[in-house]
């Protein structure tokens, strides 16, 4: 049995792992750690509440004191750390929350794995630490980390204390880097959702600057395969990245929503661009196909498809958020629109 602390696996990427892995594998026993935050939601998690080897505590990867408790009474020797402040946009409005979660949060638990020699430590990593592209290039593990957000940078800073802790003490750390995530159960701030549920409610579509903003998109599932991929078979001290070679601009995506749905082009709203917004982000993922054999296998179009889909079909999942008790968070207005 392998005794797992994942955190933030209440999120929209850890919620899809741990309902991935554990529908099949029976060889891991999942502590899963979230501070139940505004983006955590433990109904994500209904596939997997009752199984044996799953185990939920709610509580903040900051808070040593209880990470030295979770390895020592769960005997913890692997840890995914998915737990993350992860919207650009909050970021841009304040940092501080960013920093704490993401730099000093990952510290934390670095130092619990130094001291319980974990055999293990999975950084759940983002391409954005590579910062923006031109037209052309892709990112590769190689690219210099040019972060330009707070949010990239806090991530960034974490990648750097994660390697160094492989470097100085021996940890065996990972390092994934995956390119834009979709899927079921995404907080409906990012794009995707954010636009899927708008068009539902016949409500305008906020499109960023000239929409032409390029995005390399993967289903999260085949993110999750990756990142089972790393944590089995990856070298400790290398950084891997994850993408599906899938690049769209924004105004595309918008499209394909609008038509999926039969709604007319008029819902688009082009407002006033992201402060700093990065042009492009574009992956390549030859590192991982060649030294691990993982490659994607969902198609853009039928995965996106399938995901406007589940939002139809779970309209009391984020009705819930854009109505109830997260309604204040459900989606930050950030600048004058
Ligand atoms: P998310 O915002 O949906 O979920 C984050 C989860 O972390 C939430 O459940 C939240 O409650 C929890 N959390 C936040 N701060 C915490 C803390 N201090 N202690 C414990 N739990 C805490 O994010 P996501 O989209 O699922 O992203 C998960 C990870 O993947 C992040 O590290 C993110 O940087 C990375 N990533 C995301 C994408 C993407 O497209 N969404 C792409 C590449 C990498
Ligand atoms: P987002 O989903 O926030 O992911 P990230 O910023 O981490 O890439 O945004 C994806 C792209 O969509 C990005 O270029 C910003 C743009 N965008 C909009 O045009 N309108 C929106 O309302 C949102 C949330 C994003």
């Known amino acids: 049995m392998k005794n797992i602390l994942v955190t933030g696996g209440a999120g929209f990427i850890g919620s899809n792992f741990i309902n991935y892995i554990l529908d099949k594998r029976d060889d891991y026993f999942i502590v899963n750690l979230d501070k139940l935050t505004y983006a955590g ?36 020797k692997f840890v995914i750390n998915f737990a993350a402040e992860s919207h650009v946009d909050r970021s ?3 940092s501080e929350v960013f920093f704490r979660s993401n730099v000093i949060g990952t510290n934390v638990l670095l130092e619990a794995a130094r001291r319980y020699e974990s055999e293990k430590f999975l950084q759940v990593s983002t391409d954005e630490v590579y910062g923006s592209l031109g037209t052309d290039g892709l990112f590769t593990e190689t690219t210099l980390l040019h972060p330009n957000s707070p949010y990239s940078s ?44 708008n068009t539902l409610n016949d409500k305008k579509l906020p499109v960023y600057g000239d929409g032409q903003n390029v995005r390399d998109w993967i289903y999260v599932i085949d993110h999750n395969k990756a990142l089972e991929a790393v944590f089995e078979k990856g070298k400790p001290g290398e950084v891997y990245n994850i993408g599906a070679s899938n690049e769209m601009p924004n105004i595309k995506i918008v499209k394909l929503i609008l038509k999926e749905l039969g709604k007319s082009e008029g819902l688009i709203k082009y407002v006033k661009d992201r402060l700093g917004h990065d042009r492009r982000y574009a992956i390549d993922s030859s590192k991982i196909a060649k030294e691990l054999g993982w490659k994607p296998v ?39 629109r």
């Open 154 to 197: 806090s991530k960034a800073g974490a990648d750097l204390m994660a390697l160094s802790f492989h470097h100085t003490y021996g940890v065996p750390v990972l390092i994934t880097r995956c390119s834009n995530n979709y899927g079921p159960y995404q907080f409906p701030e990012k794009l995707i959702p954010l636009m899927i549920i």
């Open 41 to 76: 939601n433990l109904e994500n998690l209904i596939p997997s509440e009752g199984k044996k080897n799953y185990q939920f505590i709610r509580g903040d990867i900051c808070n040593a004191e209880l990470i030295d408790y979770l390895f020592n009474k769960y005997k913890i």
């Open 298 to 336: 969902f198609e853009f179009e039928e995965a996106l498809s399938h995901t406007i889909k589940w939002y139809v079909e779970n309209k009391n999942w984020w009705n819930r958020i854009i109505s109830g008790e997260y309604q204040k968070y459900y989606r930050v207005q950030y600048g004058s």
């Open 92 to 94: 841009i409005l304040g």
